[in-house]
């Protein structure tokens, strides 16, 4: 276990815009914060069964953060929830192509643009953006993708790193594939193409490429389901 959430059951009804959607709670419509800016239309169907936490403060009463997926797990939505899970299994030493190294920090600006996280590792510093990948695919759902809608930030976000690694610095781009059951990361070509080709070129670059997989207990308990997914790009 990395977190442990006080999660409510709730309803989905109805996103009102990018950042707002109506729930149902116990009965009552109730707004929920909407952090994941992805348009989660596999999952934003009125009546899905959700997973909400308590909000104080502001224009919503919730943040929505899982949608019930398979056997009962989440697929967590929540970006906040994600990084929260992820920085929890670093220090806790699960993560494989992160291991013994530490968070120096966040929200790291370089160039134009600005890094999730800077670590601090036995080889020196890395300049890493987390992408949060929620769209499954494959025959048996059994890949986790990203984006499922074009992304300017993110082809900015992928062209810096590029920039830093022909530069001499390490860089890393990772996804987290919230989605009980995948074993698998590859880029959304239909989301958008140039996304999955600038993946190509970061690799080639030496941008470093992974992925691992969470989902939400019925409980509210975030587990780690695999610490390192496989990732295939288009030409693998």
Request: with cysteine.
């Amino acid at each position: 276990m990395l977190l442990k959430l006080p999660v409510i059951e709730c309803t989905f009804l109805e996103r009102l815009n990018r950042f707002v959607a109506l729930m149902e709670v116990d009965g009552e419509v109730r707004k929920a914060l909407v952090t994941n800016t992805g348009r989660l239309e596999e999952f934003m169907v009125p009546g899905r069964k959700a997973f909400c936490t308590p909000k104080s403060g502001g224009k919503t009463d919730f943040v929505l953060v899982a949608f019930e997926d398979l056997h009962g797990r989440g697929a967590i939505v929540d970006t906040r929830t994600q990084a929260k899970a992820f920085e929890r299994a670093v220090e806790l030493g699960l993560v494989p192509w992160l291991r013994d190294c530490r968070i120096r920090r966040k929200e790291v600006t370089v160039g134009k643009s600005r890094l999730d996280y800077l670590f601090e590792c036995p080889s020196g510093g890395v300049y890493a953006e987390m992408k949060s990948a929620v769209l499954r695919g494959g025959d048996n759902g059994e890949y986790a993708m990203y984006p499922d809608c074009p992304s300017v930030r993110g082809r900015k976000h992928i062209r810096e790193l590029i920039h830093l690694s022909k530069e001499g610095k390490r860089a890393m781009i990772f996804f987290v594939g919230a989605l009980p059951g995948v074993e698998k990361f590859r880029p959304y070509r239909g989301g958008d193409p140039e996304i999955a080709r600038l993946l190509l070129e970061a690799r080639k670059a030496g941008v470093e490429i992974h992925a691992l997989g969470l989902s939400l207990l019925p409980d509210g308990r975030v587990v780690l389901d695999r610490p390192s997914l496989e990732v295939e790009l288009e030409a693998d």
